[in-house]
């Protein structure tokens, strides 16, 4: 049994969704973000840098994991399933896992920040890091136009950059114009356990939609950016 500390944000959703793929037993320990919960002593004893999402493997003597790059990496490996056993080709998973860690996920919650939660809009910082994700979409899209998926079969790298660039509207960047990264989103999306790990736990809101729910949404976060909190929820 996997027990999975997590909240509903993109990091959180990897993790969900590969232990949907991998088919593993796993209990939900939802964490409350806006009240640090993921600042408690219990919690920092599993993940000392304070930051879902963590699991603990009840099957492997209580071993913790941290940083959802290295929680995907040893779920994939304990499984057997989602990495390639040879070199090159877990080099390639790897590769465009740490493109999404040093990449994807920064660029986008940076722009999430300027774009979304400050009140203040500072438009030549909106425009760096949008800008700088819709480079980095480029970069899928031109190795989509060859590839199926981002290392040839489907693997944790996918479910690692599909879970960012899938809320792409909620940091302000279309990919009409990005034809097979568009088709690689649709394509990933229609996966049941894809699905079933978006809604584990459940989004605070649709991260496409606007409204009522994304200005909620949306506050929450700007409060937790001024706390210095937006960096562990992700968002």
């Given at each position: ?19 949907e793929e ?158 097979q990264l ?54």
């Open positions: 049994m996997i027990d999975l500390y997590t909240a509903a944000t993109p990091n959180g959703h990897k993790i969900s969704i590969a232990l991998l088919a593993l037993p796993y209990a939900v320990h939802e964490l409350n973000l806006a009240a640090s919960e993921q600042k408690q002593p219990w919690f920092l004893a599993i993940n000392p840098n304070g930051r879902i999402p963590a699991i603990v493997d009840r099957d492997a003597d209580d071993f913790a994991v941290f940083e959802s790059g290295a929680i995907l990496l040893y779920l994939a490996e304990k499984t057997g399933q989602l990495l390639p056993p040879d070199p090159k080709g877990r080099s390639r998973v790897i590769q465009w896992l740490m493109f999404q860690m040093g990449g994807i996920g920064p660029m986008m919650g940076q722009a999430n920040v300027f774009f979304r939660y400050f009140l203040e809009k500072i438009q030549p910082a909106i425009d760096r890091y949008q800008g700088e994700c819709k480079r980095l979409f480029r970069v899928l899209d031109g190795h989509l136009k060859e590839h199926e998926y981002l290392a040839d079969d489907y693997s944790i790298a996918d479910i690692a950059n599909w879970a960012w660039v899938r809320t792409h509207r909620w940091s302000g960047i279309e990919i009409d114009d990005l034809p568009a088709r690689w989103c649709r394509q990933i999306r229609s996966r049941p356990a894809v699905q079933r790990g978006i809604s584990t736990p459940p989004s605070a809101l649709d991260r496409d939609a606007d409204g009522e729910q994304a200005l909620k949404f949306a506050a929450e976060a700007r409060r937790m950016v001024e706390t210095g909190q937006s960096r562990d929820a992700g968002v």
